[in-house]
């Protein structure tokens, strides 16, 4: 609380603040930003706050003395000369206290003047001025002349209304409807969930397309091949992304029957998908998000293994080699394995299996990609295995998709349950918010527009979503557990088993008021006599952006790094440094300027031996965490994730491609569905760098 002080005179009689205006001058204020300060470390001292604001004041009304009326004093010049006295007089902690105080307060009028103008304050809620940043340019409707439309608030109250409007399709009254309504924009205005972007940016607009994504087949026929690249333009000018298997289509040279020529195989065709769709952003923003993947039994499988080898290809896809546990055992063994012609379904030839993975390896290695997807252990966990093989997944491998089906996805923010009285996470309001929030996503498949009828009903037959969360190292860091060790691991099993657990509670209570999808009949579900709305109901997603959106850490992954710049939109970079490690440093108080530049440089803490122990411990990166404890959390979470997980270990520059091949094995020995790796500068306009 502000301490009243005595008045003070002075000469000084006007003042400019920052934003023009000429105000009267308070000297007394001085007194009291000075004792406010002192009081943020632990010093309450009236009389010396009363006798450096007298010297403060004596030193302006000398060295400005030539100030008038038409040129008053600005507060720059109060705040520098503040600063200096309180450093001449040996109040470091107080001056940099004030130091940090001016930079709150900035920022604040900043946010407060960001997007809104003069609109209430108000409506920017919760959101960051990062997150304001990225809502005006690429979330908030605008006009023809690109001026907004609507402010923060208004857009999450224009996708609450919009996605609430499906109850009526089960008998909902009007003042139902309302209630689903407000339930639905608390939850998003208090952070706790947010939908994936098309939801957050299409929701009651013209293009009402609400999927993350979709995956299309690609049959072996030039309708086939065009067709899919048609309906995949649709799809990313409306804001989505698509996943493909290049599986079924015939090999480099077979023979095309219709006219005695030879097929151009599956490596061209993907890049003919490139530089299409290289030509469309998603929703006007962004390049067009895609995975490719080819089986490994596939003659084209080297070269679609080195299709990204150059650096240059591709920039549109990401690709992964779609993995048998024959290939893998043929690995082990160190024994060959068959290629199969699609075409013909008949054996063409045979590759050493270590061979063909140490070329996966070392392409990974060098550019990240390819990627794997265990193909077998997708299609042994999928529910509704009676409706055909998976062939792919999504642009961002957490949802493993039948051809034409789409998905709708979203993210619990964890840090929104955590309990900083007990340390301890608010059970009660998660499981209220996975409740809310599955119905949510239920209600997007509803209310969803899609670019085919065929997309449409596969879609509505098996009407799964993907809820996930995000802030999972935000979380670790708060209850004070090290990401990689067994009480990690302990948590997240707790955590993911906890949101199943409630997730598939609230699918059997929509079932039974709604109806179950109607590939429940014949799936794993009727068989275990769950009667489910949704066939499946979890996944891991990335998160990129709306994790920014909610001031949180990405998906499930660590820490990228303690300070890092990332690059959104292609051109828009921001420098992050995590809240929660500047907060515990201000607490412990080893928190200094110096100290955050010097993080900022490195990313990691674990040689800043000035940082104690028990904080290096919680507070670790990426790379600074082993690939085998990167696999067990995956493996832990994927226990209870019926889709799959997006998770990629980011190894430092100086990993080995023996780091990456004992990764990837280790991968598939612990039943994961997938898995992507990344080495630090192996790109050098990499979206995240540190330093």
């Known amino acids: 609380m502000e301490e009243d002080f005595p008045s003070l005179t002075s000469t000084i009689r006007k003042i400019t603040k920052t934003d023009g205006t000429i105000v009267n001058f308070e000297p007394q204020k001085i007194a009291k930003a000075i004792y406010n300060a002192a009081s943020n470390v632990g010093i309450e001292n009236t009389t010396k706050a009363l006798t450096i604001a007298k010297e403060i004041i004596s030193q302006l009304e000398l060295n400005f003395h030539e100030k008038t009326p038409t040129t008053p004093l600005t507060t720059e010049e109060v705040n520098n000369t503040l600063e200096r006295v309180l450093m001449e007089n040996g109040e470091v902690q107080v001056a940099k206290a004030y130091i940090l105080y001016r930079h709150k307060k900035s920022e604040e009028q900043e946010r407060r003047a960001f997007i809104l103008g003069e609109w209430d304050p108000a409506e920017n809620l919760l959101f960051s001025n990062q997150a304001l940043k990225i809502l005006e340019k690429r979330y908030l409707l605008k006009d023809k002349d690109g001026q907004l439309l609507e402010t923060p608030k208004g857009m999450l109250q224009r996708v609450a209304k919009n996605i609430a409007e499906a109850d009526k399709y089960y008998g909902a009254n009007k003042e ?64 989505s992304g698509t996943g493909f298997a290049f599986s079924r289509l015939r090999p480099k040279g077979d023979s095309v029957k219709d006219n005695f020529g030879v097929a151009a195989g599956t490596v061209d065709f993907l890049r003919v998908y490139d530089t299409a769709l290289n030509a469309i952003k998603q929703g006007g923003v962004r390049k067009g998000a895609n995975m490719a993947v080819l089986r490994v039994d596939h003659p084209d499988i080297i070269r679609f293994i080195e299709s990204k080898r150059d650096k240059q290809s591709l920039h549109n ?31 063409v030839g045979r590759l050493r299996a270590k061979d063909v993975f140490s070329l996966i390896v070392h392409n990974a290695w060098k550019t990240g990609d390819p990627g794997l997807i265990f193909l077998d252990e ?18 961002c491998g957490e949802a493993p998709l039948l051809p034409y089906e789409g998905c709708v996805l979203g993210s619990l923010n964890l840090n929104a349950f955590f309990l900083p009285e007990t340390k301890s996470i608010n059970w009660d309001k998660l499981k209220e ?24 009903e596969q879609t509505k037959k098996t009407r799964k979503f993907g809820l996930g969360f995000m802030g999972f190292a935000d979380i670790l860091i708060k209850l004070k557990v090290k990401y990689d060790s067994e009480e990690g691991l302990k948590t997240a099993d707790e955590l993911m088993d906890f949101i199943k657990e409630a997730a598939y509670e609230k ?135 019926d889709n799959s997980i997006s998770k990629t270990i980011n190894f430092p520059s100086t990993a080995s491609i023996k780091d990456v091949e ?18 630090d500068g192996s790109y050098e306009d990499q979206v995240m760098n540190i330093g």
């Open 176 to 239: 139902e409807v309302k209630e689903t309504e407000e339930k639905f924009y608390q939850m998003m205005a208090e952070l706790r969930f947010l939908p994936n972007s098309p939801t957050l940016m299409n929701a009651d607009t013209k293009v009402q397309q609400l999927s993350s994504c979709f995956v299309l087949p690609i049959e072996d026929t030039m309708q086939g091949i065009f067709g899919s690249l048609k309906d995949a333009a649709l799809i990313h000018q409306r804001g």
């Open 507 to 641: 699918s059997q209570q929509l079932a039974n008021k709604r109806g179950p999808c109607p590939a429940w009949k014949g799936s794993d579900h009727e068989k275990a006599g769950r009667k489910m709305r949704n066939m499946t109901c979890l996944s891991i997603s990335p998160t990129g952006t709306i994790s920014i959106l909610a001031d949180a850490s990405s998906g499930c992954e660590p820490l990228f790094a303690i300070s890092y710049q990332k690059t959104v939109f292609g051109n828009t970079e921001f420098l992050h440094v995590d809240k929660e490690f500047e907060n515990v440093a201000k607490e412990n108080e080893f928190y200094t300027p110096e100290l955050v530049r010097k993080v900022a440089r490195m990313g990691t803490i674990q040689e800043c031996k000035e940082i104690p122990k028990e904080s290096r411990d919680i507070f670790v990166t990426s790379q600074d965490i082993s690939p085998q404890w990167h696999i067990k959390m995956q493996a832990t979470l994927q226990k209870h994730v």
């Open 378 to 395: 997708i299609n042994r966990k999928h529910p509704a295995k009676n409706l055909g093989e998976i062939e792919t997944t999504n642009q």
């Open 317 to 347: 896809f990401n690709i992964s080699v779609g993995i048998t546990d024959r290939f893998m055992k043929a690995v082990e063994g160190d024994k060959e394995y068959y290629l199969v012609n699609p075409r013909t379904d008949s054996y």
């Open 433 to 456: 918010t996975v409740h809310l929030a599955v119905h949510f996503l239920d209600n997007v498949i509803d209310m969803n527009s899609y670019p085919r009828k065929n997309i449409e």
């Open 662 to 679: 004992e990764a990837y094995m280790l991968a598939w020995q612990s039943k994961c569905k997938g898995l992507t790796i990344y080495r």
